[in-house]
C-alpha cells in the first residue's frame, strides 16, 4: 500500500476512539444487505489498474482504495468505513437481463440500456477518460452494437461530463440525447457564474487534495474517491417538458417523470416498461442526501424532493418493478424492498422538513435547532439514510434558511463584524493569542474539539502567522475529521487541516472544466463578463460595444454606464465605441484573460473597428478570479 501519511498527522485521540466505538453500539454491523446487493451480479472488475488521459496522466489509481479491504481504522468513523467499502466495489454489473450498470469509475454511475439495435445510455460520468473507461468495460463483456441515444437525468456535471466520450460510440453524431426541460440553462448557470469558488470549495468537500487512506479520503459518500478528468459537454437536442411523459426511444417505451427544484434544478425520473426498471436518479440514494450543499449552490427545495419521491412511489408502484436504480449506489432488486426504500428516503426528507419548521415557529434559531433535532431511530438506524453526505445538521440549516435567511432574528446578528476584524477583537477581549492557546489546549486535551475549532479559528484570522495556534487547529480539524460520519465533513476537516500546516498548494488547481465552458452559449458568457465587472473600477466609464460572432452568426450589443454592463442581443446601435468581430472560443479566450487583444489582433482571430486602446480599457476593468482562494487563512 501507498504512503498515506499526512504532513504532521497525529493517531486518533482516546476522545476520538471513544465516539466511534458508540457507532459500533447503535447500529447494526452485521446486517451484511448491502453488501450481498453491492456484489449482485458482478460481471467483471475494472479493467485497468491505472485510468490515463491523452497526455499519459493518471486520472483514476484504482489501487489507491485497497485500504479500505482491511478492517475499519481508529481514524476513520467505521460507519462511513462501510459505506467507502461499499462506494468502492466496482466493475460491470447486470442489473436485470438487458440492463448494466457500471460503478467506480467516477463519482456517479452510467446505466446502459440494450436495445435491438444498441445500447441506451443514461447518464454519462463526470469525465471524458471515466466514460471511455465504462464503454470499453460494456463492450468486453456485451454486444459492440453502437450508442443510439443519451439521456441525462439531471444537471450537474457528474452526470453530463463525459457526454464527449460516449458520443464516440455513438452510431451518427446527431442521436437522440434527451434531459429534463432546461437542463442545459441550469448547468450553465451553476458552473459558469461562480464556477471558481464552487470548484475551490469543491476541493474541501471532495477532498481532492488529500491522499487516500486512513488519515486521508475515504470516499465520498455518495461514490468512491474522486477521479479526475476532462468535463464536456453537448447541449440535448430532446426535452423533457410534460410532468409526466411517454417517450420511446429506439424501440423501448420510457415513461419519464419531471421532478424540478429537487437534488438538481433540472432532475428526472424514469420507468422502462420493457425491463421493469426505475431510474430515480439522485433524488434516491443509499445515504442522506444535502439539501444544502456545502460546496455551495442552491438550497433545495425540501418539499418538491419529498414530493417527486412520493410521484415516483404511486406513479410507478402501480407496475410491476423488478429493480430501482440510483445515480450513487447499487441497485435495490424486489418490489417490497424498493418500495420500503423509497418510503425511508422520503419520510427523511419529510421529517426533516417539518420538525425543522416547527421548531422554528417555536423561536429556535437555526443552530439551535440543529443541535436540538433527532431523527427517530426507524429512520436514523436505516443504513441507507445515514449521513455519508449530508448530514442532519447541515441539512437542517439548510431548510431554516430556506425560509427564513441567515439573519437569527437576534439584533446581535443583524451587522456582525467580519471573520477578520471580530477575531482580532476576540483575542483581544481574551487577553491575547498566548491565553487563548493555552486555555484552547486545556480544553483540546479535554476532547472539546468542536470549541477548540471555533475559538481558534479566531487567534488564526487575527494572526494568521501564528504557527502555535495554527497547528492547534489543524489537530483539532483532524481530531472532528476522524469523527465525521459525512465523507464531505471528514474531507473538509482534513483539508482545513493540511492547508493549515502546509499552506494553499498553488500546483494543484481544480479540476478542468474549459471542455465544458467552450460549449456554453454566447449570452451565458457575457452574463459572466457583467459578474467579472469591478463596479469601483469602472465608475465614470461609458462606452457600447458591438460584437459579431462569426462562427455562430450571432450580435450582441455590449452597453457600460453605471458601472453595470448589460446586453442585447442584435446590433442596435450604427455608432458603437468599438466593433468586434470574432469567434466564439476567441471571444471566450480574450474575456478570462488567457488571450491579450493585441495578441488575437495579430494573429487575425479578431478584428475590431475602433480604438483599440478603448477594448483594452474595458478589458482592464474585469477582474480575473483567483482559483485558490484561501479558506481557513485570511
Given amino acids: 500500500m501507498k504512503n498515506t501519511k499526512l504532513p504532521q498527522s497525529l493517531p486518533a485521540t482516546d476522545f476520538t476512539k471513544k465516539a466511534n466505538e458508540e457507532f459500533y453500539e447503535y447500529l447494526n454491523f452485521d446486517d451484511r444487505q ?8 458482478h460481471i467483471s472488475p475494472l479493467h485497468f489498474k491505472k485510468l490515463k488521459n491523452d497526455s499519459g496522466k493518471v486520472v483514476w489509481d484504482t489501487e489507491k482504495v485497497e485500504f479500505l479491504k482491511e478492517s475499519s481504522s481508529e481514524t476513520v468513523n467505521p460507519s462511513l468505513w462501510r459505506n467507502s467499502q461499499l462506494q468502492s466495489i466496482s466493475g460491470l454489473f447486470k442489473v436485470v437481463d438487458g440492463v448494466y450498470q457500471v460503478r467506480g469509475v467516477s463519482l456517479s454511475t452510467t446505466v446502459l440500456i440494450e436495445t435491438e439495435n444498441g445500447v441506451i445510455v443514461c447518464d454519462t460520468l463526470k469525465s471524458v477518460e471515466s466514460a471511455k473507461a465504462a464503454m470499453d468495460l460494456y463492450y468486453k463483456h456485451r454486444p459492440k452494437k453502437p450508442v443510439t441515444a443519451i439521456i441525462l437525468s439531471q444537471s450537474h456535471s457528474d452526470h453530463f461530463g463525459g457526454i464527449q466520450g460516449i458520443l464516440e460510440y455513438a452510431e451518427h453524431k446527431d442521436i437522440p440525447i434527451i434531459a429534463p426541460q432546461y437542463l442545459a440553462e441550469e448547468a450553465i448557470s451553476e458552473y459558469v457564474m461562480l464556477g471558481s469558488v464552487m470548484k475551490r470549495r469543491g476541493q474541501y468537500q471532495f477532498g481532492s487534495l488529500l491522499p487516500a487512506g486512513p488519515k486521508g479520503v475515504v470516499s465520498q459518500g455518495i461514490g468512491p474517491v474522486g477521479t479526475d478528468g476532462m468535463n464536456s459537454f ?41 425491463y421493469k426498471v426505475i431510474f430515480a436518479s439522485e433524488n434516491v440514494n443509499k445515504t442522506m442526501h444535502q439539501i444544502y450543499t456545502v460546496r455551495g449552490a442552491k438550497t433545495r427545495d425540501t418539499l418538491k424532493w419529498v414530493d417527486a419521491i412520493d410521484k415516483t412511489i404511486d406513479l410507478f408502484g402501480q407496475y410491476e418493478v423488478d429493480a430501482l436504480l440510483m445515480a450513487h449506489a447499487w441497485p435495490v432488486w424486489g418490489k417490497d424492498q424498493i418500495i420500503k426504500h423509497l418510503k425511508l428516503q422520503r419520510d427523511l426528507y419529510k421529517y426533516m422538513h417539518d420538525q425543522t419548521v416547527r421548531l422554528a415557529n417555536h423561536g429556535y434559531t437555526m443552530d439551535e435547532i440543529a443541535e436540538t433535532i433527532q431523527l427517530p431511530d426507524t429512520l436514523n438506524q436505516y443504513w441507507g439514510n445515514r449521513g455519508y453526505y449530508g448530514t442532519l445538521k447541515h441539512n437542517v440549516k439548510g431548510i431554516y434558511n430556506f425560509y427564513l435567511g441567515y439573519y437569527s432574528g437576534h439584533p446581535s446578528d443583524l451587522d456582525p463584524l467580519p471573520q477578520i476584524e471580530a477575531g482580532k477583537k476576540y483575542v483581544e477581549f481574551m487577553g491575547g493569542a498566548a491565553n487563548v492557546i493555552q486555555k484552547a489546549k486545556v480544553d483540546y486535551e479535554n476532547g472539546e474539539y468542536r470549541w477548540v475549532a471555533q475559538v481558534m479559528k479566531n487567534v488564526v484570522m487575527a494572526d494568521p502567522d501564528n504557527i502555535e495556534a495554527k497547528n492547534l487547529l489543524a489537530d483539532t480539524f483532524e481530531q472532528l475529521g476522524y469523527q465525521s460520519e459525512s465523507a464531505n465533513w471528514r474531507n473538509i476537516y482534513l483539508v482545513g487541516a493540511l492547508e493549515l500546516r502546509s499552506g494553499v498548494n498553488k500546483d494543484r488547481l481544480p479540476y478542468d472544466s474549459s471542455m465544458l465552458f467552450n460549449n456554453i452559449p454566447v449570452e451565458e458568457f457575457l452574463t459572466l463578463l457583467a459578474v467579472k465587472l469591478n463596479g469601483l473600477k469602472a465608475d465614470g466609464h461609458k462606452m457600447v460595444i458591438q460584437i459579431e460572432v462569426s462562427d455562430t452568426d450571432e450580435d450582441f450589443t455590449l452597453n457600460l454606464e453605471n458601472s453595470v454592463l448589460s446586453y442585447k442581443v442584435g446590433k442596435l446601435t450604427n455608432n458603437p465605441d468599438i466593433s468586434l468581430t470574432v469567434e466564439k472560443s476567441t471571444l471566450y479566450e480574450i474575456g478570462e484573460g488567457r488571450l491579450s487583444s493585441e495578441q488575437a489582433v495579430s494573429e487575425e482571430r479578431l478584428v475590431i473597428s475602433g480604438d483599440q486602446n478603448k477594448f483594452d480599457e474595458f478589458l482592464s476593468l474585469l477582474d480575473q478570479f483567483d482559483p485558490l482562494v484561501n479558506i481557513v487563512t485570511p
Fill in 234 to 274: 453537448e447541449v440535448p437536442n430532446i426535452e423533457i417538458e410534460n410532468k409526466v411523459q411517454i417517450l420511446e426511444v429506439d424501440g423501448l417505451t420510457f415513461q419519464f417523470l419531471l421532478t424540478p427544484n429537487t437534488e438538481a434544478p433540472a432532475e428526472m425520473h424514469f420507468f422502462i416498461e420493457e
Fill in 34 to 41: 448491502d453488501y450481498e446487493d453491492a456484489y449482485k451480479n
